[in-house]
């Protein structure tokens, strides 16, 4: 078990995105900390420099409402978050460092109404 609240890292994290606060976004993650995004795709991004390319692009995709949650409850190794944001709903796994800091992140998306997934 984790010394730290798992889901209220993530929960920070959805305020950070909520906020369009790049900065701290990325100071929930590890400088190492790698995403892998199968939004329209897969693509593998590693440490804070690509984190921060491709947060920046999707930030501006949210609104003070979203991403909105839809589920969060704990998984294997992590938290599993469910959101929406205005076109897509996407499911994002979260694996965390004895630090309480965000080492990996997975997200797949479903869109809405036929519309592919800009945001996720």
């Known amino acids: 078990m984790a010394d730290f609240d798992e889901i209220g890292v993530v929960v ?24 892998d995004c199968i939004c329209n795709g897969e693509r593998s991004y590693r ?5 921060r390319t491709y947060w920046a692009e999707r930030l501006d995709g949210f609104s003070q409402t979203a991403p909105g949650i839809e589920d969060i409850h704990p998984a ?30 997975r997200c797949e998306e479903t869109p809405r109404d036929g519309e592919d997934c800009s945001s996720c």
């Open 76 to 105: 294997d190794g992590g938290v599993l978050l469910d959101y929406s944001t205005q076109t897509a709903s996407v499911r994002m796994q979260f694996s965390f460092s004895k630090q309480g800091k965000i080492a990996h992140t």
């Open 12 to 35: 920070d994290w959805l305020d950070a995105c909520r906020k369009r606060d790049l900065d701290a976004v990325l100071e929930l993650y590890e400088p190492d900390s790698t995403l």
């Open 47 to 51: 440490g804070i420099g690509q984190l």
